[in-house]
């Protein structure tokens, strides 16, 4: 079963602008994280933000994550066309030994020129 | 490149007959799992190892899958009897010790006729 779910499905911007993509997820965790991938790949790991955490940054990333709320989001500043890829949110319950990661359905980006 | 290798990268196959995927982690990497992946959906969870022992084995894996991680380096997948429904991308993913962060090969993606 999929904990997480992204909202919107689909987003659709233009080059040089700001995306903002949310997730929510349904049981405590020990981390979430961020992967992209592009069409027919593997997943790149962008970010991972602990459950103590509320905000990190990574280059042109941000990730906020509320624990109330079971949900956290990724923004992308100033997006280019290589940004263009599926994202997914995924949660880590346990963060130790089997640190297996549960990924909601993903967000289809698409960054017009 | 010392990424994730998976091999082969495409297998295409017919119902009945019996497929093994490879999967190299990163040199060092003791922590291997195994995801499938269904067009428009995010990875599910299928085994993990660490070094040579599985640790933990999904539902998803029916008694038709079996997995193996002889001596704690590359792993294989193998199914048996594949069925239609096994038509998936499948990726694997390595991590070391005290990271939660998973590094992912490229995939297999497999189609049964």
């Known amino acids: 079963s999929q904990q997480g779910e992204e909202d919107p499905q689909a987003l659709s911007i233009q080059e040089g602008e700001n995306a903002t993509m949310n997730c929510s997820y349904k049981?405590?965790?020990?981390?979430l994280q961020w992967y992209r991938q592009n069409s027919g790949r593997g997943l790149v790991h962008l970010i991972l933000?602990?459950?103590?955490?509320r905000e990190k940054h990574s280059g042109r990333l941000r990730v906020t994550l509320d624990t109330s709320k079971k949900s956290s989001s990724l923004l992308i500043t100033a997006s280019r066309a290589a940004d263009t890829a599926s994202y997914f949110c995924a949660t880590d319950a346990y963060g130790g030994a089997n640190s297996k990661l549960t990924f909601g359905k993903g967000i289809t980006l698409s960054v017009r020129p | 490149d010392t990424g994730v290798s998976q091999d082969p990268r495409h297998k295409i196959t017919k119902r009945g007959q019996n497929v093994t995927f490879r999967c190299d982690p990163i040199s060092e990497h003791n922590r291997l799992y195994w995801y499938r992946q269904t067009l428009g959906q995010g990875p599910e969870f299928l085994t993990y190892?660490?070094?040579?022992?599985?640790?933990?084995k999904s539902r998803l894996l029916s008694d038709r899958f079996s997995a193996e991680r002889p001596k704690g380096s590359f792993s294989t997948l193998e199914i048996q009897r594949t069925e239609q429904g096994d038509s998936a991308m499948y990726l694997c993913a390595s991590s070391p010790q005290g990271l939660q962060t998973q590094y992912f090969g490229p995939g297999t993606r497999l189609l049964v006729l």
């Open positions: 190892f660490q070094n040579e022992a599985q640790l933990e």
């Open positions: 933000i602990r459950s103590n955490e």
């Open positions: 049981t405590s965790i020990n981390n």
